[in-house]
C-alpha cells in the first residue's frame, strides 16, 4: 500500500537571504480547534467524575449542608459537638477566618460521611433479590417498601457510571450448595452407576480439598470487585489459542424486511455516524438504563466498547484501550484506509462521511501484494499472528499502518457482496447472510476490533464482535440504538439516498488515506491463518428462522415464561433429533453486581426431563400440562437463582483456577469443567422496544444475532423475542458431524415433520418449528403447540 500525503502546519526553504517560513494559518485553525475538542473532553471527564463520585448526592448538595451549619452557628449553637472548635485551633488565620474555614471543613467532612451513608444504603437496598423470586402480582410487603426507597435513592438522574461504587459484589456459595445445585443438575443425564461415581467424587471434593479451595476465593472475594470476572476474561477468552472467529466472536443482523437505502456509500455514512454519536454519549456517560426499570445494571462493560482491540500474545493476547480516536479504519477489495472522521474538533456530517466512502469505492487501484488477505491473521491460530506480530510489525510503516488499524475507534468492511432475505430463495440467502456476517471471506474484517460493521453493496448491513471485552447485551443495546436512529431517519424521510446533494468544501480535505503493510515475501504466514480460517469456516452450517405463527403474547396469556416456553422446546427438539437429553447451556447475566458479567443456566433439569418423557410416551393432556407448569417454573427458578449470584459454573470454575494456582489436581473439577455443552443457547434481549414502534411499522424488525456452535458435535442456537407475535431462531451446526445439520433439507421434509409423527430426519430446525408450530395440532399431545391453544 502506498503513503498517502500528509498535511502539514508550515513549510520551509533555505535561501542566500535565509529561511523562508511558509506559515498555513488553515493548517493551525484546525489544529487549535481539535486541541478545543481535546480539552473539552478532559473537562467534560473530570465534570462527571465528580457527579459521579458524589452519588447518590449531587455537588450542589454540599452547599446546602455548608449553608445549614453555618446558619446554626449564627444562632449560636454548635452542631458540632465541639469538632469545630478543635478545628480552630489548628489554623493559622482571624478569629473570623477561623471560624468561616473551620465550618466549612466540618461540613465538607459531614457530607462526605452523609454520601458514604447514603451509598451504603442504596448498596445494601440493591443487595436485596428476593423480588425477582415472587410470583408475578403478588408482591410481599418487603418488596412494597423497598422499591420507594430504591426510587428514593436514585431519584437523581444518574450518570452511566453513577452506580458503579453502589452495587453489590458478586457473593461466594456455599460449596455444599454448588455441589448439590451441580448434582441435581446432571441427575437426568446419568444412570444410576454414573450418578453414584459423581456423586461419591463430589463428596469427596466437598469434604476434602472443596474446603480450602473455597477459603482461597473468599479472600479475592474479599479484595477484588468481582471474584469471577476477571479470570472468566482471561483464562475463557484471551488464553484460548485457537481461532476466534467463529469459536468466539458472534454477530448482529439488520432489519429483516427493511433495507433503509440501497446505496452503499449512504448507508455507511449514516452507521458510522450513528455509532459515532453513541460514543459520544458513553464518553459524556449519557446513556440511560432501561427504560422502565428500577434497578441498575452494571455499565463496566460500555467502558471498552470503542477505542479497543485484542492483541495476540504467544501464551495470552492482551485487550488494549485507548481514551479516543478520530478516525476509523475501512477495508475495501484488498485494501486498507484510515477514515478521519472528524474536521478541526468537529464531528463530520453523514453526507460528508459518505462523499469519502464513495471516494473509497470509486478508487480502483489494486491492493499490493500481502495486503488483501492480512486480515485472515486475526482470523486464525493466535500464536503464529502473535509471532507476525512481532517479527514484521514491530517498527517501520508496517508498525504505523498496524497502530491505525488498532487505535480506531471501529473497523468498517465495505463488502462487495449483496446480501439479505432476498430474491427467489429468500431463505437460503438469509442463511448466507448469516454466514457472511459470522466469518465472511475469512480475511475481510479485522476480528481482533471490539466490534467490526459490514455495509454490503444492497446496503444492508450487520455487525461482528470480538467477545472478550463484552458480552451480547452490551453489543445488542449499542446495535438497537444504531438501528433506531437509522429507522427514524428513514421514518422522518431525513434519510438521502445518494451523494448528488453532498456539499464538501475542497477536495484537498481528502479525509482517507491508504496504509501500508506487507511485502510479497512476508505472506507465508498470511496463506497459512486463512487456510486454517477457511476450513473452520466451510464446516460451520447457519440457518436463521424467522418464527412467526405466535410470540411471547399468546405464551404469556398462558401464564408461562416465554424464555421457559423456548428452552423446552429445544429440549424437545433436541431430544426428538438425538433420541436423549443434553447437557443444555443458557447464558444469564450477573450485572446485578458490580463488574458482573455471564452465568450459566443449566436448563436441562429433572422437571423438564420428566414433561418431555411423559409427552413422547403419551401421557394425558392434564398430565403433560401439570409437568410442563413445573418445567417452566423450575426454569424461571434456575434462572433467578444465576442472576443472583447462586449460580453453579462460574463458582466451580474459579475453584479450579485456584487448585491450578495452588498445583492440586481435583478429578471431580477436572471431569465437570470438560463437560461438553452440545446444546449452547442464548437469548438477544431487545432492551429498546420505545425506540421502534412495530404496532404502525411492523416491518422494522431486527433479526437479533447468533454464534458458532459450541461443541464439534452440538447446535448454537440464539432467539429473540421480537413484539408480542414473533420470534428469531439463529442455529449453527457443523457439517462435519454427520449427527448435525442446521438447515432446513426439503420443504416436503418440514411440510412432513409438521404434520406427522418425528421422523428420522436429521434436521435440528426442523424438529424446533414441529415443537413450537400451532398450525399442525396431532391428535395426541405430539408438541408444544397444544399448550398454547385457547
Known amino acids: 500500500m502506498a503513503e498517502a500525503h500528509q498535511a502539514v502546519a508550515f513549510q520551509f526553504t533555505i535561501t542566500p537571504e535565509g529561511i523562508d517560513l511558509q506559515l498555513s494559518y488553515q493548517a493551525l485553525n484546525q489544529i487549535y480547534l481539535s486541541g478545543v475538542r481535546s480539552w473539552k473532553k478532559r473537562v467534560s471527564r473530570v465534570r462527571n467524575s465528580l457527579i459521579k463520585g458524589v452519588y447518590p448526592a449531587s455537588p450542589s448538595s454540599w452547599l446546602f449542608v455548608a449553608i445549614g451549619i453555618l446558619a446554626t452557628m449564627y444562632m449560636q449553637s454548635d452542631p458540632s459537638m465541639g469538632l469545630i472548635t478543635k478545628i480552630q485551633q489548628h489554623l493559622p488565620l482571624s478569629a473570623q477566618g477561623q471560624t468561616m474555614v473551620s465550618a466549612l471543613v466540618f461540613s465538607t467532612l459531614l457530607w462526605l460521611s452523609l454520601i458514604l451513608a447514603l451509598r451504603f444504603c442504596l448498596k445494601l437496598l440493591l443487595s436485596y433479590h428476593q423480588w425477582m423470586f415472587e410470583k408475578h402480582g403478588r408482591m410481599s410487603n418487603t418488596t412494597k417498601v423497598w422499591v420507594p426507597l430504591v426510587r428514593l435513592l436514585s431519584s437523581r438522574k444518574p450518570l452511566l457510571y453513577s452506580y458503579q461504587s453502589s452495587l453489590p459484589h458478586l457473593p461466594v456459595p456455599a460449596i455444599q450448595d454448588t455441589v448439590s445445585r451441580y448434582l441435581e443438575s446432571v441427575r437426568p443425564l446419568l444412570t444410576d452407576p454414573e450418578f453414584k461415581r459423581m456423586s461419591d467424587l463430589a463428596n469427596e471434593f466437598e469434604s476434602n480439598l472443596g474446603n480450602r479451595l473455597q477459603r482461597y476465593l473468599k479472600l479475592k472475594a474479599l479484595w477484588a470487585t468481582n471474584y469471577v470476572s476477571d479470570w472468566w476474561e482471561e483464562y475463557v477468552y484471551l488464553r484460548s489459542r485457537g481461532p476466534i472467529m467463529v469459536n468466539s466472536n458472534y454477530y448482529g443482523m439488520d432489519f429483516l424486511y427493511v433495507t433503509p437505502t440501497s446505496v452503499q456509500a449512504a448507508r455507511a455514512g449514516n452507521t458510522i455516524t450513528a455509532l459515532l454519536l453513541y460514543r459520544r454519549k458513553v464518553n459524556r456517560e449519557e446513556l440511560n438504563r432501561v427504560p422502565g426499570t428500577v434497578i441498575p445494571l452494571c455499565a463496566a462493560q460500555c467502558e471498552r466498547m470503542f477505542n479497543t482491540t485484542r492483541t495476540p500474545g504467544v501464551e495470552t493476547d492482551v485487550l488494549q484501550h485507548w481514551l479516543d480516536s478520530e478516525f476509523v479504519a475501512v477495508y475495501h477489495r484488498g485494501r486498507y484506509f484510515r477514515l478521519w472522521v472528524y474536521r478541526a474538533g468537529r464531528l463530520l456530517s453523514p453526507r460528508e462521511i459518505e462523499d469519502q466512502i464513495q471516494r473509497i469505492l470509486d478508487d480502483a487501484s489494486p491492493p499490493l501484494p500481502g495486503e488483501e488477505k492480512l486480515g485472515a491473521l486475526t482470523a486464525g491460530d493466535r500464536i503464529p499472528w502473535a509471532q507476525m506480530r512481532k517479527q514484521y510489525f514491530s517498527s517501520g510503516v508496517n508498525k504505523r499502518s498496524l497502530d491505525i488499524i488498532e487505535r480506531a475507534a471501529f473497523f468498517v468492511t465495505l463488502d462487495d457482496e449483496e446480501q439479505g432475505m432476498r430474491g427467489d430463495d429468500p431463505e437460503g440467502n438469509l442463511d448466507r447472510y448469516a454466514k457472511s456476517l459470522l466469518h465472511g471471506k475469512c480475511y475481510d474484517r479485522w476480528f481482533d476490533k471490539s466490534f467490526s460493521v459490514v455495509i454490503y453493496k444492497n446496503g444492508k ?15 445488542a443495546h449499542l446495535w438497537e440504538v444504531i438501528l433506531g436512529l437509522i429507522s427514524e431517519f428513514v421514518l422522518t424521510c431525513i434519510y438521502h439516498t445518494g451523494i448528488a446533494q453532498l456539499q464538501v468544501e475542497s477536495s484537498r480535505w481528502s479525509q482517507f488515506q491508504e496504509l501500508a503493510v506487507l511485502k510479497e515475501s512476508d505472506c507465508a504466514q498470511v496463506s497459512s491463518s486463512l487456510a486454517v480460517a477457511q476450513a473452520l469456516a466451510d464446516d460451520v452450517d447457519c440457518h436463521v428462522f424467522p418464527f412467526r405463527e405466535f410470540g411471547k403474547g399468546r ?59 411423559a409427552l413422547e410416551s403419551g401421557e394425558t393432556e392434564e398430565e403433560c400440562r401439570r409437568l410442563f407448569q413445573l418445567a417452566s417454573e423450575r426454569h424461571q427458578n434456575l434462572y433467578r437463582m444465576a442472576m443472583t449470584g447462586a449460580g453453579i459454573d462460574r463458582h466451580l470454575f474459579c475453584l479450579y483456577v485456584v487448585s491450578k494456582y495452588l498445583g492440586v489436581e481435583s478429578p471431580f473439577l477436572k471431569e465437570v469443567l470438560s463437560e461438553p455443552w452440545r446444546l449452547s443457547t442464548s437469548q438477544t434481549p431487545v432492551q429498546q422496544m420505545n425506540l421502534f414502534d412495530l404496532k404502525n411499522h411492523p416491518d422494522f424488525i431486527s433479526l437479533g444475532g447468533g454464534f458458532g456452535p459450541v461443541a464439534d458435535d452440538g447446535y448454537g442456537v440464539s432467539y429473540i423475542i421480537v413484539g408480542e407475535d414473533m420470534v428469531n431462531f439463529h442455529v449453527s451446526s457443523k457439517y462435519s458431524c ?25 434436521t435440528f430446525v426442523n424438529k424446533i418449528f414441529y415443537c413450537v408450530n400451532p398450525a399442525y395440532r396431532p391428535k395426541k399431545p405430539g408438541c408444544l403447540s397444544w399448550l398454547c391453544q385457547s
Not at 433439569?605 to 420428566?610: D, M, Y
Not at 445439520?741 to 418425528?758: H, T
Open 738 to 762: 454427520s449427527q448435525t445439520v442446521s438447515n432446513v433439507s426439503s420443504v416436503d421434509d418440514l411440510l412432513y415433520l409438521l404434520s406427522c409423527s418425528p421422523t428420522p430426519c436429521n
Open 461 to 475: 448491513s450487520g455487525l461482528n464482535a470480538e467477545h472478550s471485552w463484552a458480552d451480547a447485551p452490551t453489543v
Open 555 to 613: 405464551i404469556k396469556k398462558c401464564r408461562v415464561s416465554p424464555d421457559a416456553f423456548i428452552q423446552i422446546s429445544l429440549q424437545l427438539a433436541y431430544y426428538r433429533d438425538r433420541g436423549g437429553f443434553c447437557l443444555t447451556y443458557e447464558a444469564s447475566m450477573t450485572r446485578l453486581f458490580r463488574e458482573g458479567r455471564t452465568e450459566t443456566v443449566r436448563s436441562c433439569s429433572n422437571e423438564s426431563c420428566a414433561f418431555i418423557t
